[in-house]
């Protein structure tokens, strides 16, 4: 909830151009909604509630963040985040004024009306019943402007459908006619940029400048190299081939799409001609030809630009989306075209090949231009999908400092990566990817983030499985939104819908290995041997899939209580990873294997791969799985450090607040015989306990360790019935544990929680069960004999 809610409810705030609706918390620009987030909005009528008067920031801090500890460059992030809204900047402030050492001062005068008459809509906005009595300012009744209506509209619209173009103005020889481009059909496909110079720098690179600078455009949807790539398969084509103008018509037509653009650079004396044109899909007919000249080639990117410009105001473009979505290519992107063909190399392997091969040419791109701000995004984005998080964080860290120098959507990607990655402060990420999808509403990327951790961490699984089918529905070829509907489906337990969006994704010919690790999990579920069997042997061919495969393999052996096997399949997986360079993911491997020994009470084995695994890597899930460990191995002064290291480094983290410091506390309180404590320490869990913490998702330890942890609390305490609710959640949620020993031992703890409330007949079943779970387990383990000496008690 925001912390503004006590502000006068009808009041509305008028400066410049923009007002500020407080009812509505709707930040207006001539009178069209602003997509703004909640924590930017809120610093606003901070600021705007005390103009004139210096706002702290500690003060500011305290209003906008009363529960939370921030550090201070959130504050520096925000106030950028307005400034960019207000059309200002720093060194000439016309809102907002920095007050050196102190904090900032709301500088532009404010005129305050008040809402006391209402208008009548007939059809009403998305959101707002029809007829419903809308409020108007300053006692005049005013009649609905159409075209603020449709803007309004389309901005609150949840999941519409893809914009129209508008009305394109067609350009022909020596003639021109109107050409209305349907709403269905307004997709853009991105042809060839032809290069005539001989000049190898700008193959490739021109095309990816131009989708940069068309990408800034909340109203053109470009048809992603995803579908790009699918459709040249299913033309018999190579889908890394030249898209020629022919091949370009046909993938227009095949998709569906609107229109095809083009373009050509060339070498005339010492100028470099640009040309762009664009095609109609469904007669042919020339839509729109534009030229530019460059007199050097480091100017070439600031012609793209202008050609880009003059496309988008041809095909339609309100000229007020033009001026707030526009920023030049060599500020948005590098003034080096070289680093923008490396970069662009980079993103062509990525889709081809995967993250590692992508890796090297991002690098190259930031070794040539260090302030290329998007480069450094990207290599941060690679860096997290094969789970190295530190060099994640250090190139996100980078692309943060200079998001400035970007468009609104690449900022908005950097933003969103920075706090999920970076911080960890995942409702801020939600706020700023759902701000992104209404600002650019054809874009697949923000559903994609939204189905991922940000809502799954707090268990929003339905919202989380929405987004993703409005990913796919933009873009039917985004393999890891299917992913996520698959795993969002399998965290609710609907295993054949898990199983049925992987297959919609292989009727696509998609396949990531993220596919193959959830196809592992539901063969699991399923109790489908033969299955496991099937996928362990076909992934063990594939060299990228080795480490993970072995991994998934030391889970599954574990939860039937064969550690012994399963160290050894640990340590192939962990060779693996080091042997390609992942020394990240093979310290979580290793910390998950600490995690595994500690809870099946061997000590010794626990503190040895606590150890490994910290030495290989200090990143936030080797660190977490370590102190869980330690702590359950009894070296609680060890773990307490790591615990209130994490704590103190990551303030903002939601899996650490919410997930892992609790749950090691809470462990550390159990070893010290203090159930009462540890029941304490996790209250503060319980409204996200049954999310999917971020050490789950990469390295499958977590899910559901604060219920567990408060059952055994419970149990400490003789409160066996509510211990026994606390197990029977994670039984019940097997979507969610999958392989995680946990899920097995919940049997066992459940019917030890089952004895101590009298119940012989249910702790006779859950220990059966367990025992049953557990049948090839290795037959030296103290807590199987443990187990089996209850049970007989139990019956004799």
Not at 310 to 322: D, M, P, Q, Y
Not at 636 to 660: C, H, N, V, W
Request: with cysteine; charged share 25%; aromatic share 8%.
């Amino acid at each position: 909830m925001s912390a503004f809610n006590s502000l006068r409810p009808n009041e509305i705030l008028v400066f410049g151009r923009y007002r500020l609706r407080r009812r509505e918390r709707v930040l207006e620009k001539d009178g069209a909604p602003l997509a703004i987030a909640e924590k930017t909005l809120d610093v606003l009528c901070a600021l705007v509630e005390s103009r004139g008067q210096i706002v702290e920031r500690e003060t500011l801090m305290r209003k906008v963040w009363p529960d939370t500890f921030v550090e201070d460059s959130n504050i520096a992030f925000q106030i950028s985040t307005l400034r960019k809204l207000l059309d200002e900047s720093a060194n000439s402030p016309r809102f907002i004024a920095t007050v050196p050492k102190r904090g900032y001062r709301f500088i532009a005068e404010v005129l305050e009306e008040t809402e006391t008459q209402t208008e009548t809509v007939v059809d009403a906005p998305t959101g707002t019943p029809a007829g419903k009595a809308v409020p108007e300012a300053n006692s005049r009744l005013i009649e609905p402007r159409p075209e603020r209506f449709f803007r309004q509209r389309w901005m609150w619209a949840a999941g519409g459908a893809i914009t129209a173009l508008a009305v394109l103005a067609l350009m022909g020889t020596g003639t021109q006619r109107k050409f209305s481009v349907l709403a269905e059909r307004g997709t853009v496909v991105l042809a060839e940029f032809e290069n005539k110079t001989g000049d190898a720098v700008f193959d490739g690179t021109l095309r990816q400048g131009l989708l940069v600078a068309l990408e800034q455009s909340p109203f053109l949807s470009i048809l992603s190299e995803r579908r790009l790539q699918r459709t040249l398969t299913l033309m018999r084509q190579p889908p890394t081939g030249r898209l020629t103008h022919e091949i370009a018509m046909s993938i227009c037509e095949r998709t569906g799409s609107a229109m095809v653009v083009e373009g050509s650079i060339e070498r005339i004396g010492r100028l470099y001609v640009l040309g762009l044109r664009a095609w109609n899909c469904d007669g042919g007919g020339l839509v729109d030809a534009e030229q530019a000249k460059a007199g050097t080639k480091e100017s070439v990117l600031d012609a793209l630009s202008e050609m880009a410009v003059k496309f988008r105001r041809r095909v339609g473009e309100a000229a007020a989306t033009l001026k707030q979505h526009n920023i030049s290519l060599a500020e948005a992107t590098t003034e080096f075209p070289e680093a923008l063909n490396s970069y662009s190399m980079g993103w062509a392997l990525h889709q081809a090949r995967g993250a590692p091969d992508a890796i090297p040419l991002l690098k190259h791109a930031v070794e040539i231009d260090p302030q290329f701000a998007m480069a450094h995004a990207a290599l941060g984005r690679m860096y997290a999908d094969i789970d190295e998080s530190d060099l994640a964080a250090q190139s996100l860290k980078t692309a943060w400092e200079l998001k400035e120098h970007t468009s609104d959507r690449e900022r908005f990607f950097i933003e969103v990566n920075y706090l999920s990655l970076v911080t960890g402060n995942l409702a801020e990420a939600r706020s700023v990817a759902d701000a992104w999808a209404r600002t650019y509403p054809n874009d697949a990327v923000p559903h994609t983030l939204l189905s991922g951790l940000p809502n799954k961490a707090v268990a929003r699984y339905e919202e989380a499985a929405s987004q993703a089918r409005r990913s796919i529905q933009i873009d039917p070829d985004f393999g890891m939104s299917y992913y996520n509907l698959a795993v969002n489906s399998l965290y609710l337990q609907r295993l054949d819908d898990a199983g049925a969006a992987l297959a919609a994704a292989a009727g696509r010919g998609l396949e990531i290995d993220e596919f193959h690790m959830l196809a592992y999990d539901l063969a699991f579920l399923r109790g489908d041997t033969d299955g496991v069997e099937g996928i362990v042997a076909r992934e063990r061919a594939r060299s990228l899939a080795a480490n993970w495969i072995e991994n998934r393999e030391a889970f599954r052996l574990t939860y039937a209580g064969r550690l012994q096997e399963a160290r050894r399949r640990c340590d192939q997986a962990v060779a693996a990873a080091e042997q390609a360079g992942q020394t990240e993911r093979a310290a979580a491997w290793k910390a998950g294997e600490a995690v595994r020994e500690a809870m099946a009470g061997n000590r010794p084995e626990a503190r040895r791969s606590a150890a490994a695994a910290m030495q290989l890597s200090h990143n936030r899930e080797v660190r977490y799985g370590s102190a869980l460990a330690l702590a359950m191995a009894a070296d609680t002064a060890t773990a307490q450090t790591i615990a209130s290291g994490l704590e103190k480094e990551f303030p903002e983290d939601t899996s650490i607040r919410f997930s892992y410091v609790p749950v090691v506390r809470a462990q550390i309180e159990l070893k010290r015989h203090n159930p009462a404590g540890a029941l304490e320490v996790l209250k503060v869990t319980v409204p996200t306990e049954m999310g999917v913490s971020r050490s789950a998702a990469i390295t499958l330890f977590g899910a559901l360790y604060p219920i567990y942890f408060r059952g055994l609390a419970l149990c400490d305490l003789g409160r066996g019935k509510e211990a026994v609710d606390e197990f029977r959640k994670i039984v019940g949620h097997s979507g969610l544990v999958v392989s995680d020993p946990v899920g097995a031992l919940a049997h066992l703890q459940m019917a030890r929680a089952y004895r101590i409330a009298g119940d012989r007949t249910s702790a006779k079943a859950a220990y059966e069960e367990f025992l049953r779970l557990w049948r090839n387990a290795d037959a030296n383990l103290e807590l199987l004999r443990d187990a089996r000496s209850e049970y007989a008690l139990l019956i004799g």
